[in-house]
Every structure is written in C-alpha cells, then in structure tokens.
C-alpha cells in the first residue's frame, strides 16, 4: 500500500512538469536503440523513461485489462478466460488446483497469439497433465513507447501476483505448485510477480530477459525471486540480458548466436523453442563455468553438468552452464 501511494504521488507531482522531461536517464544502454516487436516489426525506440511515459503507464490498468487464458488437455486449443476476481468463471472452468499450474508471459508488443505461448503451451501439455496459463498482458505491452511498456511490466506483475493470491484463496491451489516462465519483458515479470506473491513460487524461468531498460533497474529479475530460478541466454547484450542473475543461468552455444538463425530476433526466440523441446525429451546438457564471460565464450572446464529447462525446477541447483545445440530441431545434443 505504501509502495502504491508513492507511485500515484509521484505520478500526480510528474503530471505537473513539461511533458519531455526525463525522469530517469539511466535505465542503462543506448538511449536510442532499434528493437524488433513480437510481430517482427523493427522500431528505433527511446529507451529512457520520460514525464510522457509515465503518463502513458498510469493508463494502463492491469487489474481489469490482463486477461488470464486457461489450457488444459481437456481444453487445449480454446482458451477459458479469466478475470481476477470472477469467482464463478473460475469455479466453471477447467482449473483444477491438485495439479500444477504453468503460467507463460509473453514480451513487448506481443500477445497470446504470439510464438511463446503458441510454442510453449501444447508442449507443456503433452509433457504433463497441468493446467497452462497464458496472461495476455497486451494492455500494458503493446504499447510503441518502450519506457512505458517496461514500467507496466512492473505493475503486471504485481498485478499477476495477486491473481495467483485469489486463484490461491479461491482454489487452495498454493505458489508452491507454479511454475512461471516468461519472454523478454515477460522474463522480469516472472521474477516480479515471484517477489510479490504471498508464498514462494516452485520454479521461475526468465527467457532471455530484455537487455534495455534494465542494466540499472532494480526491478530486473533477481535469483531469489522464487525457490528455483533458471535464466536462458540467446541473445545477451543485445536484445537479451547478459550478465547472469538466476540460481542457474544457461548461455547455449555461447549466449549470443544461435545456430540456424540469421537476425537477433530469431536468437531472441531460440530460447523458448529450447525449453519446449526440453519438455518432451530432456537433453541439453551444460557444462559449468566459473563466469558468464567463460559461458560465452566456450571456456568451461568445471566439473559438474546440469539440464537446461524441462518440466521440474531443479531446486538447489546453482551455477552458469554452457552447452552446444543443433541448428534445427532436434537442437539438443544431448
Ligand atoms: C495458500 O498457499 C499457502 C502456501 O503459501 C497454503 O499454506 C495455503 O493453504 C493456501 N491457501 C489456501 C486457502 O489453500
């Protein structure tokens, strides 16, 4: 509650300064940079946050506007959507609390229509009888105005957070059987909506979380977000986050380029594409290494392999791994 009375204070008192003004310089990186949205299309963006942005984010109202899409193998095709707070769509829906939930958070100007969720949830659901959910958090992510789109992955977060505390209240479903994995923007939401719940999420994955806006934000994702939090490199230092910041932190062929891609939005993606072929067969096996600058480069000679991805968090598991893939599916080596 006092977090949000000093957010809406500070809100009312940048309402009242001209609208150019920067508010915070520092978000890290080039101020100007040329990112590609979900749909593929390339945008040269201001990534520092301004007085207009921060009018834009307080449009954004993601208690009413995110929208919760239920899969489950008895629905695995037509969402069942879901609103926080409505009971009695919860209590029709296919929900069942005595399994587990995995929750998928797609990047900026990106839905649920997008390549995350489409590739994720079937492969979570053949992996294992759970129910999916999509949150479509468009409201707040479709925006043009990236500075915008990274304060509202703030407030979706903690948005998302008390949905899981509803579903939790309502179903006696508890954060011990979730498992968060996010894209992007979406993969400093996981760690937000981890440290804002009433428990402790099982398992959180942050899919190569965005590198702009977030090199000094404290609100990037934190390793003791959740019991278990692994991150997956594909792109670092460029569309990705590169230095390490989960119990566990994979850097495939290095971090950067991913075989059989040509552009960093395909790199971008890899990770999710990974993941979904975790699920299925396992595989992907890392080597540690003592840094992350030794992950990406190659240079890892510590002894102890680990699994990137699959269905179970590997909880107590620490360490920055590397490991080689194949160009096209199937991209594990083993
Ligand atoms: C909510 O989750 C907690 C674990 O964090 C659990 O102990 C509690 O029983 C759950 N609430 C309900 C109503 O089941």
């Given at each position: 509650?006092?977090?949000?009375?000093?957010?809406?204070?500070?809100?009312?008192?940048?309402?009242?300064?001209?609208?150019?003004?920067?508010?915070?310089?520092?978000?890290?990186?080039?101020r100007y940079q040329y990112?590609?949205?979900?749909?593929?299309?390339?945008?040269?963006?201001?990534?520092?946050?301004?007085?207009?942005?921060?009018?834009?984010?307080?449009?954004?109202?993601?208690?009413?506007?995110?929208?919760?899409?239920?899969?489950?193998?008895?629905?695995?095709?037509?969402?069942?959507?879901?609103?926080?707070?409505?009971?009695?769509?919860?209590?029709?829906?296919?929900?069942?609390?005595?399994?587990?939930?995995?929750?998928?958070?797609?990047?900026?100007?990106?839905?649920?229509?997008?390549?995350?969720?489409?590739?994720?949830?079937?492969?979570?659901?053949?992996?294992?009888?759970?129910?999916?959910?999509?949150?479509?958090?468009?409201?707040?992510?479709?925006?043009?105005?990236?500075?915008?789109?990274?304060?509202?992955?703030?407030?979706?977060?903690?948005?998302?957070?008390?949905?899981?505390?509803?579903?939790?209240?309502?179903?006696?479903?508890?954060?011990?059987?979730?498992?968060?994995?996010?894209?992007?923007?979406?993969g400093h939401q996981s760690?937000?909506?981890?440290?804002?719940?009433?428990?402790?999420?099982?398992?959180?994955?942050?899919?190569?979380?965005?590198?702009?806006?977030?090199?000094?934000?404290?609100?990037k994702f934190r390793a003791?977000?959740?019991?278990?939090?692994?991150?997956?490199?594909?792109?670092?230092?460029?569309?990705?986050?590169?230095?390490?910041?989960?119990?566990?932190?994979?850097?495939?062929?290095?971090?950067?380029?991913?075989?059989?891609?040509?552009?960093?939005?395909?790199?971008?993606?890899?990770?999710?594409?990974?993941?979904?072929?975790?699920?299925?067969?396992?595989?992907?096996?890392?080597?540690?290494?003592?840094?992350?600058?030794?992950?990406?480069?190659?240079?890892?000679?510590?002894?102890?392999?680990?699994?990137?991805?699959?269905?179970?968090?590997?909880?107590?598991?620490?360490?920055?791994?590397?490991?080689?893939?194949?160009?096209?599916?199937?991209?594990?080596?083993?």
């Amino acid at each position: 509650m006092l977090a949000l009375t000093a957010s809406v204070l500070l809100l009312a008192a940048a309402a009242a300064l001209p609208t150019n003004d920067l508010v915070i310089s520092k978000l890290g990186g080039d101020r100007y940079q040329y990112m590609r949205a979900g749909n593929g299309v390339l945008h040269l963006v201001d990534t520092w946050l301004k007085v207009s942005d921060l009018n834009a984010a307080a449009r954004y109202a993601p208690d009413t506007q995110n929208v919760y899409h239920l899969f489950t193998r008895a629905n695995p095709t037509v969402s069942q959507p879901i609103l926080i707070g409505a009971n009695g769509v919860l209590g029709s829906s296919n929900f069942n609390p005595s399994r587990r939930t995995i929750m998928i958070l797609h990047g900026w100007i990106d839905n649920v229509l997008g390549d995350v969720t489409t590739v994720l949830i079937p492969a979570f659901l053949e992996a294992e009888d759970v129910n999916v959910i999509a949150v479509d958090w468009s409201a707040g992510a479709s925006t043009i105005n990236y500075a915008a789109a990274v304060v509202n992955t703030v407030t979706s977060g903690e948005a998302v957070a008390r949905f899981i505390n509803w579903l939790n209240q309502s179903t006696g479903s508890t954060p011990a059987q979730f498992h968060i994995a996010g894209h992007s923007l979406g993969g400093h939401q996981s760690g937000i909506i981890g440290r804002n719940v009433n428990g402790n999420i099982a398992c959180l994955r942050a899919l190569d979380p965005a590198l702009p806006g977030w090199i000094t934000n404290d609100n990037k994702f934190r390793a003791n977000d959740g019991a278990y939090t692994e991150v997956i490199h594909t792109n670092a230092g460029l569309l990705g986050y590169i230095t390490n910041l989960g119990h566990t932190d994979f850097y495939p062929n290095g971090g950067i380029n991913m075989p059989g891609c040509n552009s960093q939005q395909c790199d971008h993606d890899r990770c999710f594409y990974y993941l979904a072929e975790s699920l299925r067969t396992g595989g992907f096996t890392g080597t540690r290494c003592a840094t992350y600058a030794g992950a990406m480069t190659g240079n890892c000679v510590l002894w102890g392999n680990l699994q990137m991805g699959g269905l179970r968090p590997k909880t107590g598991s620490t360490g920055i791994y590397y490991l080689q893939t194949n160009a096209a599916p199937p991209f594990s080596r083993g």
